[in-house]
């Protein structure tokens, strides 16, 4: 049996959370204590660690099953160390399911009625003058509207009451980010019709951007937590998303569906030119990350709003026509 030295057994915890160290064990004693069920991994490591192997084999594979059982070692240790903060934070809610536990663990101990009215209603009554001042008391006004429709029509399943209507929250959630997107194109393209903004521009523009806010709220949200390979690939998924999904579904309907045997026109022979520029900012953004070390840092955000913007500025010269005749003007009725 090969003897080697460098894996620590988990840490001790104490009842009062602190960590005591613990002395090193032997790798073949580790692997025979070993209470867990083998995978295929660990038996080829443990075939490879007997005696039909040559002693450099057998030490690369000791090297590397030290590398692995540390790890899970330390998962381990963080997995109980979580378990104890969190058992410590959730013995103070009263609440009985499971379900509102993320809810409890945000919003603090919400045990009454009047206590989700308070934190979750808090919409309902205006804000004061002197608090926030006239712009805050504008801001409510314009949302009062929209927060009065979604608490009628959407249950919240924070509260204790509807915490088991998650999935209905869900679709009824999609059903009005849907109805919103509707009215927001429609706005856009009376706008533009009006100042006379070609459609390929307000939607390069001012519809990406509106429509691109949920996806940039949820990358900023992930990459907070520390996960900033969910944020890049929900931003480039959301893109295919847009364009394979988001493109074909309503083309698909209006070709097959509404006029069977119809087409299509794209007005614009500009949208060539913004396509092949989309094309070279997505294969930017990924041999950006992969020379900064597949991290995303201030100046490598910084160096991306730069790009963006550059690539604004060309799309519209291409609409305009400034480098040639690609957009045919607007109509004036």
Known sequence: MLKIEGLKSPEKLEA????????????????RDSPRRLSFQDAGFRVMLSNNFDAKTRMKTACRVIILENQILCRQTRARRLS????????????????GSYSKAVYGNITTPEAEVQVFDYWKKAPKLGEGGVLEVIKWAVCWPICALLYVTVPDCRKHRWEKWFMGTFFLSIFWIAMFSYVMVWMVTVIGFTFRIPDSIMGITFLAAGTSIPDAMAS????????????????????VFDILIGLAVPWFLQTAVIAPGSIVHINSRGLVYSVVLLFLTVAFTICGVHFNGWVLSRKFGLLCMIVYAVFLAFSVMIEYNVFGYVNMPMCTE
């Open 16 to 31: 009062n959370g602190k960590s005591v160290p613990a002395a090193p064990v032997q790798i073949d004693e580790h692997i």
């Open 84 to 99: 104890m903060k969190n058992n410590r934070c959730f013995q103070q809610f009263s609440f009985e399911s499971d379900l």
């Open 220 to 239: 900023l949200i992930v990459a907070r937590n520390g996960l900033g390979d969910m944020a890049v690939s929900n931003s480039l998924g959301s893109n």
